[in-house]
């Protein structure tokens, strides 16, 4: 395939920058008028020819001429086992045409994407020393506005407790930087010393995916110890980017399988939204983790790290109480978190939410609600069916520092499945551990209108407990403290079961706490 270099235009003031992008051209006419189509570049459609390399080729081609693309929509797409990532840069309508996956077989990478949405936008040059926590401004301004990605290695943060024990991850984080100066995403942490920079510009104009049917045959790939992450997905990397009504159907498991790493994955980038898209969860299979113990294996249909206002609108999904299969969605480093309208089996931030974590009008199954981080975490107008109400990672220290919000929600614990002693926000943290930062209890909480479903309690209940005994009761030497909660608020809180909450089954530990019943 012959290529050549072609000049592309730029956001940033009017700079302009190469990039490398395919000479060829059709094999025959588009056949959807000003949109570019696969079958113009030797796709076939039936399922069983492989498709990829058509498919590479069109986008290439829309990409240089900045065309849309638009497939065929009873066509079946094969996306064969070979090595090649489509770049997407332009706006692309997959409809109900249909895509097949086939992992059953050897595949020639099997960590690579099939898709990558990416700019086309060169980096610009930022010059960043030092950064405080809650910085809102910083100088020199940039030429464009763009998404910073900054990293200290010289600092671990999240250092991880548990089976998945581990020494933690460099100081990292990403915010957008306005031409203006200005910073949306503050700060999350203190940095004494920057060790790199990255600075991608936002395109002004947003990217929209629309549609497609994705069939997934899943691998059956055999490794006793360890995780070998999947990809075969649709990276997205390119900020602005809506993806709308997509659909990915997990099939063909076995016994054996490694997991994927999320087949949408969203990395280094702002203003993402997935709206009324469907994925299916996948099957939680087993392996020895770090500390040489039995650990499930989590795999994921959405991941996202690094991004900056990341909203999930309609996204739907069936069987969101079935413990045989992982919970959905995996998130590290994110910053502003918004789900409206959804139904998932669960939500999780793993290495921290900064910002706003908003839950609304959504349900979420039997994986529950997971939180660590920092602001506001709002919980409204929703149902949830976790072990707890809120689940704070306790592999992270169980920290969120900020205040908490419960709004006109309903609580069935454990998914009604068996009688459970309720335990409203879980989390441990003994103070023996060094995450890498200071732990804290959210310092207010704040309920407004909560059913619990505890209709069906165990012998000798004697009600919901809002904490159970997160420092426990040694009195051992807690080198790292863990900052309790200030203040907890209660009105509207109702129990199936008639029987009061508790505010912790350690009275004598939740004595400082004000509890204020209104």
Known sequence: MTKR???????????????????????????????????????????????????????????????????????????????????????????????????????????????????????????????????????????????????????????????NQNDGTPQQEVFVFRRDGTIEGAITWDYDTVTQVVARPIDPVRLVVRGGVFTH??????????????????KITRSNTEIVGLTHRVTGETEFGHPYGGFLAIQQCADITLRDCSIDSRKTYKTIGSAGKPVSMGSYGYSASLVVNFRMIKCTMDAINDRTRWGVIGSNFMKNILLEDCVLSRMDVHQGVSGDYIIRRTTLGYAGLNA?????????????????LITFRSDYGSTWDGDVVIRNCRWIPQAGRIPVQPVMFGMQNDGTHDFGYPCHMPREI??????????????????????????????????FPYAQTQTVRVRGLKTASGVSPRLSANPEWARPIAFVSE
Not at 117 to 124: D, H, N, Q
Not at 217 to 234: D, L, S
Not at 372 to 388: A, Q, Y
Request: hydrophobic share 35%.
């Open 5 to 163: 270099w072609v000049t592309v235009a730029l956001a940033c003031g009017g700079l302009m920058a190469c990039a490398e992008v395919s000479g060829d051209t059709p094999t025959k006419a588009t056949e959807t008028g000003d949109a570019i189509s696969y079958e113009a570049f030797g796709a076939v459609g039936d399922g069983k020819a492989d498709d990829l390399p058509a498919i590479c080729a069109a986008h290439e081609y829309a990409n240089k001429h900045g065309k849309r693309v638009k497939s065929k929509p009873d066509a079946v797409y094969h996306l064969g086992r070979r090595a090649l990532t489509v770049v997407m840069a332009t706006d692309t309508d997959w409809g109900t045409s249909r895509f097949t996956i086939d992992d059953s077989q050897e595949v020639e990478d099997h960590r690579k994407p099939l898709f990558e949405i990416r700019s086309l936008l060169t980096p610009v040059e930022v010059k960043v020393e030092r950064l405080a926590r809650g910085q809102t401004r910083l100088e020199p301004c940039p030429p464009c506005d763009c998404v910073v990605y900054v990293q200290n290695r010289n600092r671990k943060i999240f250092i991880r407790k548990g089976l």
């Open 217 to 234: 045959v899943g691998n059956r790939m055999r490794q006793e110890k360890g995780y070998n992450y999947w990809g075969r997905n649709i």
């Open 372 to 388: 660590i981080g920092s602001g506001r975490l709002i919980v409204e107008d929703s149902t949830l069916h976790g072990s707890h």
């Open 446 to 479: 704040r309920i407004d209108g909560l059913h619990i479903e505890d209709a069906k309690p165990p012998a000798n209940y004697q009600g919901v407990v809002l904490f159970g005994d997160p420092a426990g009761r040694s009195q051992a030497e807690r080198p």
